[in-house]
């Protein structure tokens, strides 16, 4: 039979709250669980119905993935279960190792309000979690996070677990674990605490409000068919921490080095240094009050000097009191630099790799000085959060967990409490502030890359700048950007000036109560001047790491910003895949087929329209018609940059789309209409087409395509640098390396898009010459304006809006008297009078 005493029995009165050294603890568990039924209450009051920022789609197409983030949900709908168990076991606990004594009163309603409020907890989570979901299902954005109840209620029943630590030295708590009853509170108390501290952790990242992946789809205006400008929506501010668990494990992903032993042994030596500098920081202040009670104790010298040379030593190692001097700590360094060049080299190449795995609509709609701008934020801001996190915010978080615990154990509950309501109130502050001044952050990043690509921009374009005299209105432009640029900047230093007033002011007040505090104790010769020294070197040692925590939580909020683009970047898919189980294309001859293909570069309009037609092996195919008919769609197609609607591409009866994109490739070569060259030698630029080539190979290329001559006459020959975009050299000049390039491939199939318009009309036919060697027995498709370039064609397709309107010969086409007989006649007409012109006058 249960006995139930008065209200508190022997736990220590209901008033005054502090008693033998701690809480009572009659105080606190009355006091606490009641707090946390008002809040309980007050949430389920203010989330009923779960009020968001919400807003139709709108526009946008929304389209989720089924189900949220399973795991990490259960894990915390499994917490709240517990949360409202655990008051009832501690009930249960303490009846069964009461032996027949009687229990104080306040048990009893103490695991009432306990359970209620815990039950408060687990029904809002189910709740905001259902209507999330169908709020979803219709298509509303809902802001990712719980209401301020709940998560004030998870924060306060968190806080309340630590606040318990101030009682350590209380006789009446059950830290001594002296009898079998203070075991199994004490154990209750830690599954407490990890209860607590998951929900309050994972109540900041709501995984049960967020699905697994989105898409969104813009309803696109009708553009251009072969510039598609990406499309930018506007969304709604995002916090800082949204995905961060995801994050995260992309992080620790690049944090230790796979495939590396010796990379992996740094980490873990890297570790192990970390951890010797959070004990150097708690020795190192000992040791000096051991010194100045030594010292006023007038003890021998013998111990004064053992003790001032292992003080020294401990100094030498820890260095200043942030550990930034200190040899540990940079030693620390020294061995990290190996670690951060390799996670910098994985992410860049990540990036780089997937640049090059996208597909050319997105490479079309590009800002190449953007997409630089980002990858070179993103790259920096990994290495940046890799160390932020592991060598500076997490050793701050343990030296300020270390120092509650030490100043509550050999000193007093009050400097425990002082130092642990300090930091509380830092770290909110902190939080806050900087969570309020992060849209001015991202504001200015955004204003950054647009400002860049105006530059790059201009610069790309200057040729067209210098013809229409156009330097004035691009500086306007410029200054314009600028402007704009430092007005978001000075918002967001502004803020950071108030936000570190308000630091400081917090860490002013907290330094001013504890040692007045300890000022008192020495007077009443309760603790010794060595201990007040002890405090004063102790405590600003831990506020010099915590004066740079914000410094710390503002670069890593601003490496998350900067990473957001580079997520965007990687969350790109390619628009061209290879299907899974795709084999290489068996080459046997080179028949090309198009049966009944359709194809759209937007919706609502068909560049291709039903087109068929065969190239057997060996023969040559030329499309002719107007610009915008679909000429050059038909060679991108057949290069698979992009994938048809409906219909079949074949190759010697191979679906194209069934085959690897590389095994493709590798049989066709192409010889654009707007060549570019890379900033390099022409030598490295025509070995582009065959990379392992000798200087002869491509020697015999450059004279296939009737440039060696020319480039012999530059000073320094085929090692002559052609500029960005081979800008040094001439139209003609580049469309030959361009097929030089072609040649030394030695491909099996060649597209030519207007491979000779660049070219005058004697070049013209020594290319063609040239070409008709290459093209030999190689199934050949040509795009031409010029007609009297294909006249030898095997057979000529002339394209108009999409559509094959005539097919045949040279000579077919010309008696049928059709399109390609006007345009014949009026190019014809066109060479005559251009001939007329050209004639000396009597």
């Not at 298509?139 to 309340?160: C, D, N, Y």
């Not at 190996?338 to 910098?344: D, H, L």
């Not at 000036?497 to 000022?519: D, H, K, P, R, Y």
């Not at 390619?574 to 068996?586: F, S, T």
Request: charged letters at 20%.
């Amino acid at each position: 039979m249960v006995i139930v005493g008065n209200y508190c029995e022997a736990e220590g009165p209901l008033g005054p709250a502090w008693v033998k050294g701690g809480l009572s603890p009659c105080f606190f568990f009355t006091l606490m669980p009641s707090i946390l039924m008002a809040l309980g209450a007050l949430a389920v009051v203010l989330a009923l119905p779960c009020k968001r920022r919400e807003r139709p789609a709108g526009a946008r197409e929304v389209s989720w993935s089924a189900g949220p983030l399973v795991a990490p949900y259960v894990l915390q709908l499994l917490l709240a279960i517990l949360q409202v168990a655990l008051p009832l076991a501690t009930l249960v606990g303490r009846v069964g190792t009461a032996g027949g004594a009687p229990l104080p009163g306040y048990l009893l309603p103490a695991s009432i309000l306990g359970t209620l409020a815990g039950a408060c907890g687990l029904g809002l989570l189910v709740v905001e979690h259902n209507q999330a979901w169908q709020k979803l299902a219709m298509g509303i954005w809902i802001e990712f996070r719980h209401s301020s109840g709940l998560l004030l209620l998870w924060t306060v029943a968190f806080t309340a677990e630590n606040l318990a630590l101030v009682s350590w030295n209380n006789p009446l708590w059950w830290w001594a674990r002296a009898d079998l009853g203070q075991q199994v509170q004490f154990s209750l108390w830690v599954l407490r605490y990890v209860v607590s501290g998951g929900l309050f952790i994972l109540g900041l990242w709501a995984p049960g409000l967020r699905p697994q992946s989105y898409a969104l789809k813009v309803n696109e205006e009708e553009q251009d068919v072969e510039r598609i400008e990406v499309q930018s929506t506007e969304a709604p501010p995002r916090s800082t921490w949204r995905d961060f668990g995801r994050k995260l494990r992309l992080l620790s992903g690049y944090l230790w080095p796979r495939g590396s032993p010796v990379l992996q042994l740094v980490v873990l030596l890297c570790l192990g240094l970390m951890g010797l500098e959070r004990g150097l920081n708690v020795l190192v202040p000992i040791f000096y009050r051991d010194i100045v009670n030594l010292l006023t104790e007038k003890a021998p010298w013998s111990s004064l000097a053992w003790t001032v040379t292992t003080y020294v030593i401990l100094k030498f190692l820890q260095g200043g009191g942030t550990g930034s001097t200190g040899f540990v700590s940079n030693l620390r360094t020294f061995l990290w630099i190996r670690v951060q060049q390799f996670t910098s080299r994985q992410v860049e190449l990540r990036l780089f790799s997937h640049l090059h795995e996208l597909s050319l609509r997105w490479h079309l709609g590009r800002r190449t000085g953007e997409v630089l701008r980002i990858v070179d934020r993103g790259t920096s801001s990994v290495t940046g959060l890799l160390s932020y996190l592991v060598f500076n915010i997490l050793p701050t978080l343990a030296d300020i967990t270390i120092g509650i615990i030490y100043f509550s154990m050999f000193f007093n509950a009050w400097f425990g409490l002082i130092v642990f309501l300090c930091m509380s109130l830092y770290l909110i502050v902190t939080i806050v502030v900087t969570e309020w001044r992060t849209k001015f952050r991202r504001a200015m990043n955004t204003q950054e890359n647009a400002t860049r690509a105006r530059a790059v921009d201009s610069l790309l374009n200057f040729e067209t700048v210098k013809y229409y005299n156009a330097e004035g209105y691009e500086v306007d432009r410029y200054r314009e950007a600028i402007l704009k640029y430092q007005d978001l900047e000075w918002k967001s230093t502004a803020s950071l000036v108030l936000l570190n007033q308000t630091q400081n002011l917090v860490i002013g007040l907290g330094l001013l109560a504890g040692s007045l505090l300890c000022a008192y104790f020495v007077s009443e010769q309760k603790l010794q001047v060595g201990d007040f020294v002890l405090f004063g070197t102790y405590i600003i040692q831990l506020y010099m790491p915590l004066n740079w925590f914000g410094t710390y939580y503002r670069m890593i909020q601003t490496n998350f910003i900067d990473m957001e683009n580079m997520f965007d970047l990687l969350k790109e898919k390619p628009e061209v895949k290879d299907l899974p189980g795709a084999g290489p294309l068996r080459f046997q001859r080179g028949q090309i087929e198009f049966e009944n293909v359709h194809f759209s570069y937007t919706s609502g309009r068909e560049t291709l329209q039903d087109v068929s037609f065969t190239v057997m092996p060996g023969q040559t195919l030329a499309l002719v018609g107007p610009s915008g008919a679909g000429k050059s769609t038909v060679l991108r197609l057949l290069f698979r940059f992009y994938d048809i609607s409906s219909g079949c591409i074949r190759i010697d009866g191979q679906d194209i789309s069934q085959v690897t994109q590389i095994s493709l490739r590798s049989h066709i070569g192409v010889v654009p209409q707007d060549t570019v060259l890379f900033n390099d030698t022409i030598a490295n630029n025509i070995r582009y087409g065959c990379i392992t080539a000798g200087d002869e190979e491509v020697m015999a290329a450059a004279q296939a395509a009737g440039i060696h001559e020319a480039i012999l006459t530059f000073p320094e020959g085929y090692e002559t640098q052609v500029g960005e975009r081979g800008l040094k050299l001439s139209g003609g000049e580049k469309q030959r390396v361009a097929i030089a390039r072609t040649i030394l491939k030695a491909p099996d199939i060649i597209l030519l898009d207007e491979a000779t318009s660049a070219l005058d009309t004697s070049n013209e036919r020594a290319i063609q010459a040239s070409l008709a060697k290459v093209c030999a027995n190689r199934t050949t498709i040509v795009v031409a304006h010029r007609l009297s370039t294909v006249v030898d064609a095997d057979q000529i397709l002339v394209f108009k809006d999409g559509c094959i309107v005539e097919r045949g010969r040279h000579e077919a086409l010309l008696s049928r008297g059709g399109m390609y007989a006007d345009m014949w006649q009026l190019q014809q007409r066109g060479q005559e009078e251009v001939s007329e012109d050209a004639k000396p006058p009597d």
